[in-house]
Structures are given as structure tokens and as C-alpha cells.
């Protein structure tokens, strides 16, 4: 290689490093720096991104350290405990962190949001133009859907019995309220069906069908939202086919990714360079936008959308606004929840004729109808809604 081509190659690996804001010394090491999620908020998102996605050491359920970036092996979020685990039917402890075989987690269709054991013999399809019985809800979903939290959000829940509806209902009437540590995080996370011949562009799964079949999943979309400030930090991720997939909706918010796009037009639709993100499946993952508060500087809602996660409902969709109405409260005797969506119009051009909040939560959102509180907030956090009585209670 000539004088001049090393040179070359060295400017721009120059040029890359002095691209990134934060220490990349480490990615495998989720930041959780408070400064760092408000004032680099798209590479911020990345690095949790990376670090999230890091192979995982099943025994430890952390990074495994020694493992290549996109070796196709479970990855860190996916050895964290999902909510269906969490918020059990019965209202139960779900027991001490790490007190289920990760392994089992991973492969056990548990893990995905589906009808409840209870609902589940009255729920019904059309198969030949009757109703019939729906025996798995898994195979016949056209997405599959899970929450998966880490382990400081999870024991913050267990210690204060948050997973029932007892627990939450006790914190608001003793004044102590919910209030999650510095570096909890949440993640939310949508499967689709896919072809073999998709595979090498996708983080995939294969799931056992209960007639004894299998099926490869591909990701299509993650949220990512970190107790890293006051009112949390927000990210969105999506596969770049989103938008050409027969059935999806398109992405009908344009993206903003800052870091990535630097010197571009901020949806230039691109993954960043000089992560590790090269010759992976995640470097087919794009960045759809972060949220760090509820308007801009000139005090307009800011939004964001995942057409996976919020399809129906993109172009009024906030993440930090919809996630403000999670709140508990006793209205007629008996335990309540705000709604997610907006009864009071629909959007014309909202495909499901659903319409979501923007802007700075409204204090009458929380009030009855003279003044007094009624609606306690649960910091953000829209999981607790899935908690059950506790049997017997």
C-alpha cells in the first residue's frame, strides 16, 4: 500500500474517532451517564442500542465480554426478565432475579404479550368463514410482541410489590408514589415471520409452534428506555425493510438520527460508521428518533413513531406523553387506569382511527372534577398496567 493510501485510511479513521462524543472504549458496557442522554442523545441511543445487543453470557445475563459484536446468539436484553413473567395472572411473587434458566426464557413462547390463559378459551378466528377456537395464539399472531426489563427496574418492582395491583394501590395511598432508581430500563420489542433467505438481515428467533412446527422471527422494531434522566430517555429502532413490507404502514414520521447523519439531512436513513455495526445484522437497524422531553425550544409537542409499535396511530404518537398517562387511581370504588388513546377525536388520516397525546401532560389529566387529585403517575412506566390482584385479595 503506497505512502499516500495509508495515510488516507489513517485520516479517516482519524475522522471517525473524532466523530464520536462518547467513550466507545468499552461498548459492550451500558453508559447510563445522565449529561451524556440529554446532550448526545442520538449517539447516546447507539451506544445503549450496542450494548443491549451485545451477546450474552446466559449464566451471568450480561455482555459476554469475549464474544464478537452480531455472533447470532441471544443477546443482552433478551436474558432480562419479561413482563409476562413478571406481572403473573395470580398476582404472585415472581420470585428473585436470575431465579429462572435464562436458556428456557429465551425458547419458551411465554416470553411473547398473548391472550391470557383466562381469555384465552373464549378467543376465537375465522378459519373456512367459521369461528373457531384459537389454540395458539403464537402462530396465529401476525406480530409477536414482548417487555423485557433489567435487573434494577426488576427488583425495584419486586421490593415494593408493584407486579399487583395491591402493591401499586398501597404506594399511592401511603404518599410514597413509584419512583424507579438512576438505570432502570425497559425494552419493547416486535417480531415478524420471515424467510430463510431474510435471515442474514435480521436478529432472529425460532419459535416452537404448539403443533410441533417451528418458525423463524426476524426484529423488526425496539424501544429502548432508560431511567437515565427525570423523565427517562427514549429511543426507537426499526429494520430498514419496514417500510417496503407488505404489511406495514410505512414510516410515517420522518426519522432523526443526528449521529449517524452527520453533515446529512437527519433522515438520511443510514446506520453509523466506526461502532462495530459493519458486516452485522445491526447495521441493517435504523434509528427512527430519541425524545428527552415533551416540546422543542419554541414549545411545539415533539414526536416520534415506530410504524411497528405505534402503527395506527404515528402522527400523533410521543412516546414521553403517552408513557406520562401511566397512573393508577380508584374512581367508583374500584381501580383505574388513564386511557392510552385520545376518545376525544379521531385523525382523519389515522389508519385505525386511533389518535395518541403530544405535548406537556396536562395537570387536569390527573385532577376530578373539582380539583382534588385522583390519578397518581407511575413514572412513566406502562408495564405496571399488565399487574393483577393479588388471589385472594
Not at 495509508?6 to 466507545?24: D, K, T, Y
Not at 426478565?81 to 413462547?109: F, Q
Request: aromatic share 10%; glycine share 8%; with cysteine.
Amino acid at each position: 500500500m503506497s505512502r499516500r493510501r495509508i495515510f488516507g485510511v489513517l485520516l479517516l479513521a482519524c475522522f471517525a474517532e473524532s466523530a464520536l462524543a462518547l467513550g466507545w472504549h468499552r461498548p459492550w458496557v451500558e453508559p447510563h451517564d445522565a449529561h451524556d442522554a440529554a446532550a448526545n442523545s442520538d449517539e447516546y441511543a447507539w451506544h445503549l442500542f450496542v450494548a443491549l445487543n451485545w451477546p450474552a453470557d446466559l449464566r451471568r445475563r450480561t455482555a459476554d465480554r469475549g464474544a464478537s459484536f452480531g455472533a447470532d446468539r441471544p443477546v443482552v436484553w433478551e436474558t432480562w426478565e419479561c413482563a409476562t413473567e413478571v406481572y403473573r395472572e395470580d398476582g404472585r411473587d415472581p420470585g428473585r432475579w436470575a431465579s429462572h434458566d435464562p436458556l428456557l426464557k429465551i425458547m419458551d413462547n411465554d416470553r411473547f404479550e398473548a391472550f391470557s390463559l383466562n381469555s384465552l378459551p373464549n378467543a376465537r378466528h375465522i378459519v373456512a368463514g367459521k369461528m373457531v377456537p384459537l389454540a395458539d395464539p403464537v402462530a396465529d399472531a401476525k406480530r409477536l410482541t414482548e417487555i423485557r426489563m433489567n435487573r434494577t427496574a426488576y427488583e425495584y418492582i419486586r421490593a415494593r410489590q408493584l407486579y399487583t395491583l395491591d402493591g401499586q394501590l398501597r404506594a399511592v395511598a401511603e404518599g410514597s408514589g413509584v419512583h424507579f432508581p438512576f438505570g432502570s430500563t425497559e425494552v419493547k420489542a416486535k417480531w415478524r415471520a420471515i424467510s430463510a433467505a431474510e435471515q442474514a438481515r435480521y436478529h432472529t428467533v425460532v419459535v416452537h409452534l404448539a403443533d410441533g412446527s417451528t418458525r423463524l422471527y426476524g426484529l423488526t422494531a425496539l424501544h429502548v428506555v432508560a431511567k437515565d434522566l427525570p423523565q427517562w430517555f427514549w429511543a426507537t429502532f426499526e429494520h430498514v425493510d419496514n417500510p417496503s413490507i407488505a404489511d406495514g404502514e410505512g414510516w410515517q414520521l420522518p426519522s432523526r438520527d443526528k449521529f449517524a447523519c452527520r453533515g446529512l439531512s437527519d433522515d438520511c436513513n443510514r446506520s453509523p460508521r466506526a461502532i462495530g455495526l459493519e458486516g452485522t445484522v445491526w447495521s441493517y437497524y435504523r434509528l427512527r428518533g430519541t425524545l428527552t422531553r415533551f416540546v422543542d425550544a419554541a414549545g411545539r409537542p415533539l414526536r416520534l413513531a415506530n410504524s411497528e409499535l405505534e402503527a395506527g396511530f404515528q402522527k400523533s404518537s410521543s412516546c414521553i406523553t403517552c408513557h406520562a398517562r401511566s397512573s393508577i387511581g380508584v374512581v367508583a370504588g374500584a381501580p383505574t387506569r388513564l386511557p392510552i388513546f385520545d376518545a376525544a377525536g379521531v385523525v382523519q388520516d389515522e389508519a385505525r382511527g386511533r389518535r395518541g397525546y403530544l405535548g406537556q401532560p396536562p395537570a387536569a389529566w390527573f385532577l376530578d372534577s373539582g380539583g382534588r387529585p385522583l390519578f397518581q403517575q407511575l413514572d412513566f412506566v406502562w408495564s405496571l398496567s399488565k399487574a393483577q390482584a393479588r388471589k385472594g385479595s
